[in-house]
């Protein structure tokens, strides 16, 4: 069955860059779009942007552009999520979720188990 | 900047029904279809739970439904459950634009 697999919680000082990393299996990599999603303590979701699996193409939403950054590696069906320049107020839960989509509309269908990055000063 | 707003909370006694408005700035609801709603536990994943305005996935309770009225798309649930307790987020996307979550709406059982 369809699976995403992040990777673990990860710990950075204000001003480092973070990776955190999206393996997928149970369905064919390149078929569904990779979007990334984060939730602040006690917040609601974000939507940061998405990936192309079989282009590479990104789209991210205009306050990340610039310090985000979306890749994947084919090769292991797995998506990645770089954000630099930490600041403590990055601290959240980041998410993969797979995107599916029918005449137009589209939903996210499949989520990751979510990839705590914690920011200190 | 397109916008959806849902009320902060709602509540309701179990057996009751409740409904969750999510009401958008532009187009993102008036094409009722691009509505999809998630269900999130404190601490948990997100779940899709409502698609396409008013689809229920394969496994979740026809107690959820989903519709549409002026602006506004609705999550309604019906039969209220102690495990209903837990916030709701709308999100309109249509390929040609980027999605956009609702802020989010607590929901207590009595």
């Known amino acids: 069955q369809v699976h995403l697999e992040q990777s673990g919680a990860e710990v950075k000082k204000a001003g480092a860059s973070v990776k955190v990393s999206c393996k997928t299996s149970g369905y064919l990599f390149g078929g569904h779009f990779l979007h990334w999603v984060r939730q602040a303590p006690g917040q609601g979701l974000e939507w940061m942007g998405w990936i192309n699996p079989n282009s590479g193409r990104t789209n991210y939403a205009q306050r990340f552009q610039g310090w985000v950054t979306m890749t994947r590696d084919k090769s292991i069906s797995t998506a990645y999520m770089e954000l630099s320049s930490l600041k403590s107020d990055d601290t959240a839960v980041y998410y993969c979720a797979r995107i599916n989509c029918a005449g137009g509309v589209c939903w996210f269908d499949y989520w990751g188990q979510g990839t705590l990055v914690t920011v200190s000063s | 900047q397109s916008a959806l707003t849902q009320p902060a909370s709602v509540s309701g006694s179990p057996g009751q029904s409740i409904t969750i408005s999510c009401t958008g700035t532009g187009s993102e609801v008036e094409t009722y279809n691009l509505v999809s709603w998630y269900q999130q536990y404190p601490g948990k994943v997100p779940k899709l739970i409502i698609y396409?305005?008013?689809t229920r996935p394969s496994g979740v309770s026809n107690r959820f439904s989903g519709s549409k009225s002026g602006n506004s798309a609705s999550l309604t649930i019906s039969g209220l459950q102690s495990e209903d307790e837990a916030d709701y987020y709308c999100c309109s996307y249509a390929t040609i634009t980027t999605p956009f979550f609702g802020g989010g709406t607590k929901l207590t059982v009595l």
């Open positions: 396409e305005g008013s």
